[in-house]
């Protein structure tokens, strides 16, 4: 990151918004999973029948309210209401077509006293609607009942249907973990600016997504926020997922303007609705190998080999080899999940372990085949405990090489550039996952294993597996080497980095 991509960061964070993003994100967690309870309100007779009661009792409620009244709507009203207002220009034209204002909580979008205010409510709407309940009885429905009701509004039941993807991505605990929000609020800011500066749509990643919703869901704030830094609502691309072909496009835009990796660990969601009960903790974890610079030309190639040190033994991979140049560029991450052996905490175990990241080059022959094995050019080596302890949980910067013997004088020192990026260690479910036959391993049960496979083998053994796999071109793409395979952990992994970053 340069002076002025920091001064460009720096701008980003001094974007005022009214509102406390990350505790608005722990509610709506909180309230996606409430919904998830109940896949009736996805789609069928119970999400037309609420759209029917948020139409025509909710809305009139609020609006007819006084000014310090206590509501909350019930569950079915609130989260067609939620969805609602996930379309800012829409819901503002609707109340202002049916209501003349901006319909929003008298005292609060979030009230304190929940409890009390649906208590207040239930009484208000027992004697505006006798005929309807307050609470819709969930079981009285089913997906192929026949009870549909008419109403104008038929796309919000389209948008609600589309929720549940969406919930799917950001419901692994270690979104509700302050560290990780408070570093996705800095990101969201980012993407703001980034918005403004640019003055086009940028696709966002889920961890923003989160915070991007949870801003529209104080519908006041988000319009005076939005139109204070870009002259008018900014309009929310009512999607699910993101648009994968545009993302590389994003990523782009941002290191440029902010000299920081867009994506990181986290950011991509991942699957872990409806688990066991939680037992060994996991975090996810991003190593990103950028680029280098001020290497020797040598006629060849380079690749970096990662070795990620554990409390039982050692993994390694190769990244992908690139033609050697004094600055070459891989731009090439690697996700993974780190989960505990329930041995101490995670972080215990890795505190006084190291990720080592060596420099390689291979000399080719002739037609550039590749011809004998590795050369060392140089190494980094980093303390788990560093990145474990940042405050956004990440650390990105440009990492000097250490070489062997003396450079000359006028040799500039050579460098990495690399990010590296983990989630809070949370609570994982102790179960054992499989992906096309093959065993899913913990990084714990893949120390275990090879510490045993090292330690029965005998020195040229040791020696003839190093020099096979330095030999050979990778063939699992970076997943691991070290002839040992354990697919598992990566397999999901390699076709995000593809999509990424169209490698």
């Known amino acids: ?11 980003a964070q001094a974007i005022d918004i009214s509102c406390d993003l990350v505790a608005a994100a722990k509610y709506q967690l909180a309230f996606l999973a409430l919904v998830d309870q109940y896949p009736c309100l996805y789609q069928g007779p119970a999400v037309e029948r609420a759209i029917y ?42 109340c202002q077509k049916f209501y003349g204002r901006l319909l ?4 609060a979008s979030l009230p304190a006293e929940k409890d009390s205010a649906m208590d207040s409510t239930a009484k208000q709407w027992e004697k505006a609607y006798p005929n309807e309940p307050f609470s819709l009885d969930m079981d009285a429905f089913s997906s192929t009942g026949n009870n549909r009701i008419s109403t104008p509004e038929h796309w919000l039941a389209e948008t609600i249907s589309s929720q549940r993807s969406f919930f799917r991505q950001v419901s692994s605990p270690y979104m509700l973990e302050e560290s990780f929000l408070r570093a996705v609020e800095e990101r969201y800011r980012g993407y703001l600016y980034l918005t403004k500066e640019s003055k086009s749509f940028h696709v966002p990643t889920y961890d923003i997504e989160l915070i991007w919703r949870s801003h529209q869901l104080n519908p006041l704030v988000y319009a005076r926020d939005t139109v204070k830094l870009l002259g008018e609502v900014l309009q929310h691309h009512n999607t699910t997922s993101t648009t994968t072909a545009k993302l590389p496009e994003t990523s782009k835009q941002w290191e440029n303007t902010f000299g920081r990796r ?3 660990a986290g950011a991509m969601g991942m699957h872990t609705a409806q688990q066991p009960p939680y037992a060994k903790e996991s975090m996810q974890v991003m190593l990103e190998i950028v680029r280098a610079r001020h290497l020797t030309k040598e006629k060849g190639s380079l690749f970096v080999r990662y070795h990620i040190e554990t409390s039982g033994g050692v993994i390694t991979m190769n990244s992908k080899e690139v033609s050697a140049t004094s600055d070459p560029e891989w731009r090439e991450a690697v996700s ?25 080059w291979r000399s080719h022959g002739l037609w550039g085949k590749m011809k004998g094995g590795s050369k060392l050019v140089g190494s980094v080596r980093i303390a788990w405990k560093d990145l474990l302890g940042s405050s956004s949980l990440s650390m990105e910067k440009w990492f000097p090489l250490e070489v062997r013997g003396e450079l000359k004088d006028d040799r500039k020192p050579p460098g990495l550039h690399l990010a590296l990026s983990v989630t ?32 029965n083998s005998s020195s040229s053994e040791r020696i ?5 796999m330095e030999r050979e071109e990778c063939s699992c793409r970076g997943q691991i080497c070290n002839g040992h395979s354990f697919e598992g952990v990566f397999a999901s992994a390699m076709s995000f980095r593809d999509a990424a970053w169209g490698v």
């Open 424 to 455: 809070p260690p949370i609570s994982m479910p102790l179960v054992e996952n499989t992906r096309n036959g093959s065993k899913t391993c913990s990084i714990a049960e893949q120390e275990d294993s090879r510490a045993h496979v090292m330690g």
């Open 336 to 360: 993974l999940e780190c989960k505990g052996n329930g041995s101490g905490t995670l972080v215990s175990q890795l505190e006084s372990q190291f990720l080592v990241f060596e420099m390689r």
């Open 53 to 94: 009661r948020y139409e025509q009792c909710w809305l009139p409620l609020l609006a007819n309210a006084e000014a310090e009244a206590e509501l909350a709507p019930p569950l079915d009203c609130e989260w067609v209401w939620h969805c609602h207002r996930l379309n800012p220009l829409q819901y503002t034209n609707y």
């Open 464 to 468: 003839a597996r190093r020099r096979r």
């Open 104 to 107: 929003v909580l008298p005292t």
């Open 1 to 11: 990151m340069d002076s002025y991509q920091e001064a460009e960061w720096r701008k």
């Open 262 to 264: 867009y994506l990181r």
